[in-house]
């Protein structure tokens, strides 16, 4: 089984996509990705807390 995966630049996966909206800052992009890293350690934390009152 073998998985092809390829590389993909934001700014060519933004054009790939079908919006309206074009003019996304460059801040309005890091404050997205800020956010969505933030619920990704959120999601780490309670994880690893619930694993641990299981425990």
Same mark, same amino acid.
């Not at 996966?13 to 460059?26: A, F, G, I, M, Q």
């Given at each position: 089984? %073998?998985?092809? /995966?390829?590389?993909? %630049?934001?700014?060519? /996966?933004? =054009?790939?996509?079908?919006?309206? /909206?074009?003019?996304?800052?460059?801040? =309005? @992009?890091?404050?997205?990705?800020?956010? /969505?890293?933030?619920?990704?350690?959120?999601?780490? %934390?309670?994880?690893? @807390?619930?694993?641990?009152?299981?425990?």
């Amino acid at each position: 089984m %073998t998985n092809k /995966y390829e590389m993909v %630049t934001v700014k060519s /996966y933004v =054009e790939s996509l079908d919006v309206k /909206y074009t003019s996304v800052t460059e801040e =309005e @992009i890091s404050a997205q990705v800020e956010k /969505y890293l933030l619920n990704v350690r959120r999601s780490e %934390t309670n994880a690893k @807390i619930v694993e641990a009152l299981l425990a």
